[in-house]
């Protein structure tokens, strides 16, 4: 089956600018989340989306959001964008409903540069 | 609130070789654990999973047992190949308000040479 999928792959952007990532979960796949990858920081939980509802949130600004769609794909948007937001985005997809956390699958990821 | 630890690299191995990257956590309760593979370019992949104390998971010649009184997850694989030159990550899930919280290590580098 397909994988997860993630639009778009490569995406410029300036300070004080918003953006919008997209992510297409694995069919059948209820719960989507999302990551920000840096050298600095490592792997960091944004939030987790289940059944259109925000289930779990991270340690991030409000300048960080996102929704789910009746189909389960999810978006994230980035506000008044920072240099500091620079980083690959992930975007992962489980079933959702183990009680002690299903195997994730994740997309290639959004690589978002600001200038 | 949880952590994951893992060692720090790069490690440089020769093929065939022995390797072990070592992880340890710290969670309330009974996380699941997991390791994670990203090789370049591409999203991260599940490599193993545990999700109870001496469980012991394997894929691949992979292997990582839960050991709860050392909160440690060693990954191990006997003989090392090139294709296995990857980023590796630890990780846990630990219940938070019914549901889980992923927490990640910050990835081990692996490079084997031919």
């Known amino acids: 089956k397909a994988g997860v999928t993630q639009t778009p792959r490569y995406l410029i952007k300036t300070r004080g600018q918003q953006v919008t990532l997209s992510c297409s979960p694995i069919?059948?796949?209820?719960?989507v989340s999302w990551y920000q990858q840096t050298p600095g920081q490592g792997l960091q939980f944004l939030f987790e989306?289940?059944?259109?509802?925000?289930?779990n949130k991270g340690n991030f600004p409000g300048r960080f959001s996102g929704r789910q769609f009746s189909n389960s794909r999810s978006e994230m948007n980035v506000s008044t964008l920072e240099l500091g937001d620079s980083a690959l985005y992930l975007c992962?997809?489980?079933?959702?409903?183990?009680?002690?956390?299903?195997?994730?699958?994740f997309g290639p990821g959004t690589r978002l540069t600001v200038l | 609130g949880d952590s994951v630890t893992q060692m720090e690299g790069p490690v440089t191995l020769s093929e065939e070789a022995f390797l072990t990257i070592n992880c340890t956590y710290t969670?309330?309760?009974?996380?699941?654990l997991f390791w994670y593979v990203q090789y370049p370019g591409e999203g991260l992949q599940l490599l193993l999973k545990?999700?109870?104390?001496?469980d012991k998971g394997s894929n691949k010649g992979f292997e990582a047992t839960y050991r709860k009184e050392t909160t440690s997850f060693h990954l191990e694989k006997g003989s090392v190949q090139v294709s296995d030159s990857a980023v590796y990550f630890c990780?846990?899930?630990?219940?938070?308000?019914?549901?889980?919280?992923?927490?990640f290590g910050r990835g081990t580098s692996l490079i084997v040479h031919p």
């Open positions: 069919s059948g796949h209820r719960s």
């Open positions: 969670a309330t309760g009974y996380p699941s």
């Open positions: 545990a999700t109870k104390a001496d």
């Open positions: 992962a997809s489980s079933l959702g409903t183990a009680p002690r956390g299903d195997e994730q699958f």
């Open positions: 990780a846990l899930s630990g219940s938070s308000g019914g549901s889980y919280i992923p927490t």
């Open positions: 989306y289940f059944s259109e509802t925000q289930r």
